[in-house]
């Protein structure tokens, strides 16, 4: 078996621009819900900023359609 080379431009480029959106900056949460595991569903913000919707404007993440309405911004 061959091995697949696998381009991580886009994830870097993602790391890095939220990583420069919030780093040693206080991030503010808003706790929507808990999933089925017990883990923290979440909207996060920096300086009034919605860390999630930055990210999907700018074009470093999408919405995941299946979760959607539990953000209120993704209705807009």
Do not use: P
């Amino acid at each position: 078996m061959q091995a697949a080379a696998y381009d991580n431009t886009s994830a870097v480029q993602s790391r890095d621009y939220i990583n420069g959106l919030v780093a040693d900056k206080t991030i503010s949460i808003r706790r929507i819900t808990t999933d089925r595991y017990g883990r923290t569903v979440a909207e996060l913000f920096v300086d009034g900023i919605n860390v999630g919707q930055e990210l999907v404007r700018s074009g470093h993440a999408e919405i995941y359609q299946k979760y959607k309405a539990q953000c209120q911004w993704t209705k807009e």
